[in-house]
């Protein structure tokens, strides 16, 4: 197999390489869509076929600023590397001295042998708030670290004062000044804090689990998050060195240690990504096989599915997933921390709704402005209604093609799933959205039977 790799080296080079495979070609450019460009969809086709399910994003994300912990390498495998916000990421961390390798066969090196900035920039972090989560790395590591305020963005305010006031609880310093996070930790070092949540937060917690791993003493997260991605990354840094007890509990415990060292780990399947293509089934109706993932970090979105009428089982690594004749029934969820339904999910299993028998109610608690597909769907001949947090989608006979308008990732995803089942041509703006979070997305649905493309804007 031909294998490509780009590489992102910090400004001020250093002689390694974060890929010795001389085989390997640079990959020139990085930019997968533009903001002009537009995703084709004509509608009606049931799916049938295999799909692959690609490495969890927001589980890649954080492995990939644990690197910055330790001097050596560490090696990620199972690596959604054609997603736009991995690149986005590789970038900041490369700015702040780390020398990243993506592979195009889904293998990444990280090697941030020495921390040559502690700066990242707005024109960075505005791209992708992820990159919030450099803050705990770089305080810990280096005692110093500065990290532009990622400021709102489309799902609502989406503040970072717990991952700021956590940091504070470890002994950091820290000031808000010209739009950035500037904190220091006094003799360099952080100390170990017991936190309490006052709600659960997925990107507190491990900025605050990364920051504890080399902090001096205990430090205990009370009302911690407890989803798989984060299991998954307490399971790098345990493989690292450090020490962590409690993952998947609302209580975890990190006992500091003195220093981090390289591993190499297969990040955990995609299961938004799985769950997105659950429920395109659900509307188009039809088969599919998603290979290599699971059912079991998915309950909480496979019981209403179940409950709607749809057919979903493990078969060793892939999941077969089914809806043949009937229409699905209306079902009722609320959006929650895990081991609740995902908030990523919610947009997707509305769009499924929209075509159900009866109604079905979405409640959404985890982001205040998460509703912003509803106009858009309601273009395309939905009916649905809000009342504050909550969402009445009674189902309708049929959705019909139009042009519509991505706001963020999972909003950009729930449109092509009502194009996949519209009658005639939907038109989907500003894709970009799109190319943050799902791999080959067009290639996937083509495979399976879907008309879709992308157009030049
Ligand atoms: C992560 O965001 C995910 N992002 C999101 O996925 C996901 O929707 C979210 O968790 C909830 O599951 C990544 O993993 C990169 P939070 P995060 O901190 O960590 C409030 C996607 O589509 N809050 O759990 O930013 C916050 O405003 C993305 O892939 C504070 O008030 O989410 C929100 O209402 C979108 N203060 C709630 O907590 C804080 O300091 C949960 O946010 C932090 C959060």
Same mark, same amino acid.
């Given at each position: /197999? ?31 869509? =533009?903001?002009?460009?537009?995703? +084709?969809?004509? @509608? ?19 492995? /990939? ?38 592979? !195009? ?25 992820? !990159? ?15 990290? =532009? ?8 305010? +989406? ?41 659960? =937060? ?17 430090? #205990? ?23 962590? $007890? ?31 293509? /659950? ?53 009722? #969820? ?26 079905? /109610?979405?409640?959404?608690? #985890?982001? $205040? ?33 139009? $042009? ?7 909003? !950009? ?5 009502? @194009? ?33 493309? +992308?157009?030049?804007?």
């Amino acid at each position: /197999m031909s294998v490509t790799v780009q590489k992102f080296m910090p400004p001020q080079n250093s002689n390694q390489d974060p890929d010795q495979n001389s085989d390997v070609e640079i990959i020139k450019s990085n930019v997968q869509s =533009s903001t002009l460009e537009k995703m +084709r969809v004509v @509608g009606g086709n049931a799916l049938k076929g295999n799909i692959k399910i690609s490495g969890a994003k927001n589980a890649t994300l954080k492995h /990939m600023c644990a690197a910055l912990l330790t001097e050596d390498p560490v090696t990620l495998e199972n690596m959604p590397v054609g997603l736009q916000d991995v690149r986005t990421l590789a970038e900041v961390l490369s700015h702040l001295g780390t020398m990243v390798g993506l592979r !195009s066969d889904g293998v990444a090196t990280l090697h941030a042998e020495a921390i040559t900035s502690h700066t990242a920039p707005y024109d960075l972090v505005r791209k992708m708030r992820a !990159s919030v989560l450099v803050l705990g790395p770089l305080l810990a590591r280096h005692g110093v670290a500065q990290v =532009s305020l990622p400021g709102g963005c489309a799902l609502g305010a +989406r503040p970072i004062d717990l991952h700021i006031k956590g940091l504070q609880a470890m002994g950091a310093e820290i000031e808000l000044e010209d739009g950035y996070v500037k904190a220091v930790a006094p003799q360099g070092k952080l100390k170990g804090a017991e936190i309490t949540f006052p709600l659960v =937060s997925v990107g507190a917690t491990e900025n605050l689990m990364m920051a504890a791993t080399l902090a001096k003493g205990t430090t #205990i997260l009370k009302n911690a998050a407890r989803e798989p991605e984060i299991v998954d990354q307490g399971k790098v840094l345990i493989k690292m060195g450090a020490k962590i $007890e409690g993952l998947g509990t609302p209580t975890i415990t990190i006992e500091g240690v003195d220093k981090l060292h390289g591993t190499t780990h297969s990040i955990l399947p995609d299961r938004i990504e799985t769950g997105t293509y /659950m429920c395109a089934v659900g509307l188009c109706g039809g088969e599919l096989r998603l290979q290599n993932t699971r059912t079991d970090f998915l309950s909480a979105l496979i019981s209403p599915l179940h409950e709607a009428g749809m057919d979903i089982k493990q078969e060793g690594d892939d999941v077969i997933v089914r809806r043949n004749g009937a229409k699905l029934k209306g079902v009722d #969820i609320m959006t929650e921390a895990y081991p609740g339904f995902a908030t990523d999910l919610q947009a997707q299993f509305m769009t499924m709704l929209t075509l159900c028998e009866g109604a079905g /109610m979405i409640c959404e608690t #985890i982001f $205040e402005n998460r509703f912003m597909h509803v106009p858009e769907l309601c273009r395309m001949g939905a009916d649905i209604s809000i009342r504050g947090n909550s969402a009445i989608i009674r189902g309708v006979e049929k959705l019909k093609g139009a $042009e519509v308008m991505a706001t963020d990732l999972r909003a !950009s995803v729930a449109l092509v799933l009502a @194009g996949l089942v519209a009658e005639g041509e939907t038109v989907i703006n500003r894709i970009y959205h799109l190319d943050r979070g799902y791999e080959n997305i067009v290639e996937k649905l083509t495979n399976v039977g879907a008309q879709i493309e +992308r157009v030049k804007g």
